[in-house]
């Protein structure tokens, strides 16, 4: 049972991080455990940082004025990387929609773990080859817009449901509604000028093949293009962000 047990631990970890489930086993071989893996994934971390760009990935900003992960999780988890023409598309069209409205940050969601291609991030269908990144809704409060600041505590699963739903029931699906979050929510109101700005540059974008939104955001919004796209009724939600990919 305690190798089932460590083995799960060190599954759950590589599912999440990629390299957690590598340091969980070599802390393993040591009496203080927690603290052996704490500082052998704080290596690993580190080592990440340094040799991704060699397997063509970079991370994304943790910190910045116009661009930045939305939550210091992304980045300790090693989530938060992409190619460099990913990280080039994203920093582009911040500082687009920031010239249109001064003070505006972008926050960034999932991208993809620093090493190999074909390894998906959980619960992603995609975001395997560094190809990938989801863009956080902006949003407003009573005073006006809300600078970082996002509905949900991870950017996630706060959704803008239409009138009708998109998709029957299904099953097995990843599309998951949630219901017992909404309530959790924070009171914030979705942004509509800059949320449907950065949707038109990253559609504009040459670099750009895809930008996943869900159909009633699309009318809401009024942003149109041939690279919009509705990522079918198995997978997850696109009504709490936008996917943006190469």
Partial sequence: MRVIGHGTVALVLTLLTQ??????????????????????YAALWGGAQVAAPAFGRVPLPCGGEVLRAQSPVYCLLMRNFVTPEMLAVARDAAERV????PGTVTLLLDGGFPFLDGMPLVPHLSHDDGEKLDFAFYYTDARGYAAGKTASPLGYFAFERGKTETCPALWPSLRWDMAWFQPLARDLQLEPERTGLLITLLLQDARVGKVFVEPPLIDRLDVAGEKLRFQGCRAARHDDHIHAQL
């Fill in 98 to 101: 920031a010239a249109d409205h």
């Fill in 19 to 40: 390299l957690g489930g590598i340091a969980w086993l070599f802390a393993l071989g040591f009496r203080r455990r927690l603290l052996v893996f704490v500082v052998a």
